[in-house]
């Protein structure tokens, strides 16, 4: 088990960012981790994620106005940037051992996710 905890969501306004933080029970260096998101009536889509030797990758669709990094061993995070209500949706964080499967949308472990809201 590698336990995922995402936290920071809530209600952002238009044009404002967020930061995302996704605390794990291990250290990252032997996973990718990733994040995903899942608005209303909408399939899950990938994010972008990071590996355990800090190489980044990311959704063309939000890769100019996203950043995903690591805080410290433990915790990663995402801030987005320039939001619009069309980023309203539940965020997860997700881990595996293997970056292709995060990119696949099918990892190992999820978090429960994290609420972000941006009123129209």
């Known amino acids: 088990q590698v336990p995922l905890v995402e936290t920071g969501g809530g209600s952002v306004q238009a044009g404002e960012s967020v930061r995302l933080s996704c605390i794990g029970s291990k250290y990252y260096d032997a996973y990718c981790m990733g994040w995903f998101r899942q608005a209303p009536g909408k399939e899950r889509e990938w994010l972008g994620r990071?590996?355990?030797?800090?190489?980044l990758r990311y959704s063309n669709d939000i890769k100019d106005r996203t950043t995903i990094g690591l805080d410290d061993a433990k915790t990663m995070f995402l801030q987005m940037n320039s939001l619009t209500p069309e980023d309203t949706a539940v965020y997860y964080c997700?881990?595996?051992?293997?970056?292709?499967?995060?990119?696949?949308?099918?990892?190992?472990?999820w978090g429960r996710g994290t609420q972000v809201t941006v009123p129209s």
């Open positions: 990071i590996s355990g030797f800090g190489s």
């Open positions: 997700a881990s595996d051992r293997h970056c292709a499967a995060l990119e696949q949308g099918r990892p190992a472990y």
